[in-house]
T-cell receptor, first 112, second 114 residues
């Protein structure tokens, strides 16, 4: 595997389910990001981890819970989501202190 | 707060024609500037970036962009569009000294007619 990978690519869940999104980067980076991409809206930065420490949390509801166990892996734990949370969730990575971010293919999430 | 404006939501061009996608930013200083492309069902791929220096930057896939400080613009251009360029294009900025927080425009959807 090369670059940034995300699993699953598609996810359908009910509002009472608990699921997790996974991101893995194979670029030797030490910063990772979660973005939300909704139709007709700009990409929204959700969380930033740098050197495995969360450094940014853009007022994201607590039903989204990130986890960064090491510099190569990033998770987004989901529980009791709402239909408006349906979106494409993108993971990205970069080298801390450098500005180029590399994106994964995203997870298309549908909340019923 | 800083913002990024892409005034064209949709653009249609014929294959072989030239292309210019507009991007304007609102910020007091010069930010770091980026163009990304997103093909259907895919993540974002970096086309090019501007940090400082020569205001005309070359990117991948034959794209270039010109930074114009006086107009707060960073327009993306390609002399001859190929059908495979059909995708959504995003302009983004990072404030200098603002860490790695990317602020994106709303995107321009490019359609290429054969």
């Amino acid at each position: 595997e090369t670059g940034v990978t995300q699993t699953p690519r598609h996810l359908v869940m009910g509002m009472t389910n608990k699921k997790s999104l996974k991101c893995e980067q194979h670029l030797g980076h030490n910063a990772m990001y979660w973005y939300k991409q909704s139709a007709k809206k700009p990409l929204e930065l959700m969380f930033v981890y740098s050197l495995e420490e969360r450094v940014e949390n853009n007022s994201v509801p607590s039903r989204f819970s990130p986890e960064c166990p090491n510099s190569s892996h990033l998770f987004l734990h989901l529980h009791t989501l709402q239909p408006e949370d349906s979106a494409l969730y993108l993971c990205a990575s970069s080298q801390a202190g450098r500005n180029e971010q590399f994106f994964g293919p995203g997870t298309r999430l549908t909340v019923l | 707060a800083q913002s990024v404006t892409q005034p064209d939501i949709h653009i249609t061009v014929s294959e072989g024609a030239s292309l210019e996608l507009r991007c304007n930013y609102s910020y007091g200083a010069t930010p770091y500037l980026f163009w990304y492309v997103q093909s259907p069902g895919q993540g974002l791929q970096l086309l090019l970036k501007y940090f400082s220096g020569d205001t005309l930057v070359q990117g991948i896939k034959g794209f270039e962009a010109e930074f114009k400080r006086s107009q707060s613009s960073f327009n993306l251009r390609k002399p001859s569009v190929h059908w495979s360029d059909a995708a959504e294009y995003f302009c983004a900025i990072i404030l200098t000294g603002g860490g790695n927080k990317l602020t994106f425009g709303t995107g321009t959807q490019l359609k290429v007619e054969l």
